[in-house]
């Protein structure tokens, strides 16, 4: 056989789309999801609950995440311990979270035992004990959560960060589970009553993902069909607005390193800017060479990273700079990071675009080549009330971003003389070149 001279030729992969779930709904209101991943033999579940945050009390913030934690800690089936057992029998783990759009259920297991996995996890949301034991031991992990936050100079940032931009009547000025005074005051009645109210199917939406067999609608039918509450009404989630800039100095007296936010309020996926921000924020600050950390970490020496992460919510956003400095070169570090946010005198360059759009597209089959990937990303579209279709338009629109849009989209959202800065580190140290800067300070003890 003669052998050919020329090489293969190498064309583009094939375009990429995320999955498109089969959907049904349950007579009861609640909506199933599904998407066959052949192959991934260990399913990945969640069960979303669209209950914002904003319905807490305000004297009970925090209800709604000792609610969700402790959901798995007995039911009338199963009381107490024997719940955990039955869950460890079938290789099932159980895990959630409360957040600001809505509270969640996730749970993987072995796809061949999908059907009794999904028979407890409608248990725990239907029939938990909600014993005042459990519900006490919760409130005192949360309370030590609140305090190590509180002693972590990175979270105090993030957190005090969120405070400043985000006006205070709303809730997602706040942390997701509520704090040290508010939890305290949480009781055994406040669980059961939110329960009671919340977590009901027309509020809820189960998505599985794995290698299936087709079976696993009639198994959620079987578990969560003849499920009823007789609590009613629908509440709105909050529209939170940003607020004037302001300069933020959380003092952490002899502190030799001060953690940085710098950014403002931003917007949320169902803006036309989106794929614009998206390429722009991974230009200045989403990638190792990237201008923030070329400048900042490289040139500089200032810090191990400083990235620009933009974080969407439901509605709005949050886009920060972050970064660890040591003390004495924050003032200068800052003043880099805010000459480096104006594109005015610098664009985003054409180069850069290709690039993030690469990057950005080219990992999404990595990222979502799991049930657990898929689940994920479904679970947050859903809680932030996106169809799951945005996926593929936003890759789509990634193409379209110009070197122009992505430039415009620092200009209007991150203007250097609308910043908000937060700093924690050593008030004696920084609150006198900040203001020589020309920042607003206002120092804050740090509890």
Same mark, same amino acid.
């Given at each position: 056989?003669?052998?050919?001279?020329?090489?293969?030729?190498?064309?583009?992969?094939? &375009?990429?789309?995320?999955?498109?779930?089969?959907?049904?709904?349950?007579?009861?209101?609640?909506?199933?999801?599904?998407? @066959?991943?052949?192959?991934?033999?260990?399913?990945?579940?969640?069960?979303?609950?669209?209950?914002?945050?904003?319905?807490?009390?305000?004297?009970?913030? %925090?209800?709604?995440?000792?609610?969700?934690?402790?959901?798995?800690?007995?039911? /009338?089936?199963?009381?107490?311990?024997?719940?955990?057992?039955?869950?460890?029998?079938?290789?099932?783990?159980?895990?959630?979270?409360?957040?600001?759009?809505?509270?969640?259920?996730?749970?993987?297991?072995?796809?061949?035992?999908?059907?009794?996995? *999904?028979?407890?996890?409608?248990?725990?949301? /239907?029939?938990?004990?909600?014993?005042?034991?459990?519900?006490?031991? #919760?409130?005192? *992990?949360?309370?030590?959560?609140?305090?190590?936050?509180?002693?972590?100079?990175?979270?105090?940032?993030? $957190?005090?960060?969120?405070?400043?931009? $985000?006006?205070?009547?709303?809730?997602?000025?706040?942390?997701?589970?509520?704090?040290? &005074?508010?939890?305290?005051?949480?009781?055994?009645?406040?669980?059961?009553?939110? #329960?009671? &109210? @919340?977590?009901?199917?027309?509020?809820?939406?189960?998505? $599985?993902?794995?290698?299936?067999?087709?079976?696993?609608?009639?198994?959620?039918?079987?578990?969560?069909?003849?499920?009823?509450?007789?609590?009613?009404?629908?509440?709105? #989630?909050?529209?939170?607005?940003?607020?004037?800039? &302001?300069?933020?100095?959380?003092?952490?007296?002899?502190?030799?390193?001060?953690?940085?936010?710098?950014?403002?309020?931003?917007?949320?996926?169902?803006?036309?800017?989106?794929?614009?921000?998206? =390429?722009?924020? @991974?230009?200045?600050?989403?990638?190792?060479?990237? /201008?923030?950390?070329?400048?900042? /970490?490289?040139?500089?020496?200032?810090?191990? %990273?400083?990235?620009?992460?933009?974080?969407?919510?439901?509605?709005?956003?949050?886009?920060?700079?972050?970064?660890?400095?040591?003390?004495?070169?924050?003032?200068?570090?800052?003043?880099?990071?805010?000459?480096?946010?104006?594109?005015?005198?610098?664009?985003?360059?054409?180069?850069?675009?290709?690039?993030?759009?690469?990057?950005?597209?080219?990992?999404?089959?990595?990222?979502?080549?799991?049930?657990?990937? $898929?689940?994920?990303?479904?679970?947050?579209?859903?809680?932030? %009330?996106?169809?799951?279709?945005?996926?593929?338009?936003?890759?789509?629109?990634?193409?379209? =971003?110009?070197?122009?849009?992505?430039?415009?989209?620092?200009?209007? *959202?991150?203007?250097?003389?609308?910043?908000?800065?937060?700093?924690?580190?050593?008030?004696?140290?920084?609150?006198?070149?900040?203001?020589?800067?020309?920042?607003?300070?206002?120092?804050?003890?740090?509890?």
């Amino acid at each position: 056989m003669r052998r050919s001279d020329q090489r293969p030729e190498v064309k583009a992969p094939p &375009r990429w789309r995320f999955p498109d779930p089969a959907r049904l709904w349950l007579d009861n209101g609640m909506e199933l999801m599904a998407c @066959h991943r052949e192959g991934q033999h260990v399913a990945a579940v969640s069960l979303v609950f669209d209950v914002p945050l904003n319905v807490e009390g305000v004297d009970i913030e %925090g209800v709604a995440t000792i609610t969700q934690r402790c959901l798995d800690e007995g039911t /009338r089936t199963h009381p107490g311990t024997a719940f955990a057992e039955r869950l460890e029998d079938i290789g099932a783990v159980l895990g959630g979270s409360a957040g600001y759009a809505g509270s969640e259920l996730s749970l993987e297991v072995p796809a061949d035992r999908l059907g009794e996995s *999904l028979a407890l996890l409608a248990e725990a949301v /239907r029939e938990p004990e909600l014993a005042a034991d459990d519900v006490a031991r #919760h409130r005192t *992990l949360r309370l030590a959560e609140i305090e190590q936050a509180m002693a972590n100079s990175a979270h105090r940032a993030a $957190i005090g960060f969120r405070s400043a931009v $985000i006006g205070g009547r709303y809730r997602a000025s706040r942390m997701p589970g509520g704090e040290a &005074r508010t939890v305290a005051a949480v009781t055994t009645e406040d669980v059961v009553a939110f #329960h009671g &109210r @919340h977590y009901r199917p027309d509020a809820a939406t189960l998505i $599985i993902s794995g290698d299936l067999t087709g079976q696993e609608f009639g198994q959620a039918a079987t578990a969560f069909g003849d499920w009823a509450n007789p609590a009613e009404g629908y509440f709105s #989630h909050e529209v939170p607005q940003g607020v004037a800039p &302001r300069c933020l100095l959380i003092d952490r007296p002899g502190a030799i390193q001060a953690d940085v936010r710098l950014g403002s309020f931003g917007i949320d996926r169902g803006d036309p800017r989106w794929a614009d921000l998206q =390429v722009a924020t @991974h230009a200045l600050g989403g990638a190792f060479l990237s /201008r923030l950390n070329k400048v900042l /970490r490289e040139e500089k020496g200032f810090t191990y %990273g400083a990235h620009l992460v933009n974080s969407p919510m439901r509605d709005g956003g949050l886009i920060a700079v972050q970064g660890s400095f040591r003390t004495e070169v924050v003032p200068e570090a800052v003043g880099l990071a805010r000459g480096l946010l104006d594109l005015s005198s610098r664009p985003i360059t054409g180069p850069e675009v290709a690039a993030a759009v690469s990057y950005t597209n080219g990992v999404a089959p990595l990222r979502y080549s799991t049930a657990q990937g $898929i689940t994920d990303r479904i679970s947050a579209l859903v809680r932030d %009330g996106v169809n799951v279709e945005f996926v593929n338009a936003n890759f789509q629109a990634l193409t379209l =971003v110009t070197p122009e849009s992505a430039t415009q989209s620092i200009l209007e *959202l991150l203007p250097p003389d609308r910043l908000t800065l937060v700093v924690v580190g050593d008030a004696a140290a920084l609150e006198a070149p900040l203001a020589a800067d020309g920042w607003p300070v206002e120092v804050v003890s740090a509890p």
